[in-house]
């Protein structure tokens, strides 16, 4: 509820915790397997989760209900995820298959797994993820977050465009050439 997020902002912003708590416990998910999306590092992830919260926090006074209260939290993901990239080297990559853990419990996976679990079944299916996320990996970094947010959290067009900061043009022009370089980096795996 976009209104309840409003409303939540408020409260943080007159230096209400509880709101502040309910903000945290309502996105933590989001955000936390957005950024993982990205970096593909677990820990990484949860560390920089952090970070959005309290960016979320330090900024809730500044907070305008000019949009959804998702748009500005994912564009301050982006920031955050377009920083880390600029100040740390690459890791290595992780199957967008691995499991990731809130204080020990594990979160859904986003990527359901197949009813076939043979060793030769399961062997292919991790080669195909990793040979992705490589894939995935090597865009720029700006058409790799379009990726992510179109793809895996499904937003629109327009949404990207605001967590960008760019046109819907700029966003449409980004995510053709992200498929077209997927298309070359991937030919051999769809035929």
Known sequence: MPDNDHSL????????????????????????????????????????SQEVFIR???????????????????????????????????????????????????????????????????LERQEKDSVIREAIDSLPEKQKMAVILQRFEGLSYGEISKIMGCSVSAIESLLFRAKQALKEKLKDYLN
């Open 56 to 122: 979320v926090f330090k900024f809730a006074k500044r907070y305008r209900p000019q949009a959804k209260f998702t748009t500005w939290l994912y564009r301050i993901i982006t920031n955050i995820c377009l920083n880390y990239h600029r100040q740390k080297k690459r890791k290595p990559s992780v199957s967008l298959d691995s499991p990731v853990f809130i204080e020990g419990e594990e979160l859904p996976r986003q990527i359901s797994l197949p009813s076939d679990t043979q060793p030769d079944v399961i």
């Open 9 to 48: 902002m408020e409260r943080t912003a007159q230096g209400d915790l509880s709101a502040f708590e309910e903000l945290v416990a309502k996105h933590q998910r989001l955000v936390l397997n957005t950024i993982f999306r990205y970096i593909g590092n677990q820990a990484e992830a949860e560390d920089l």
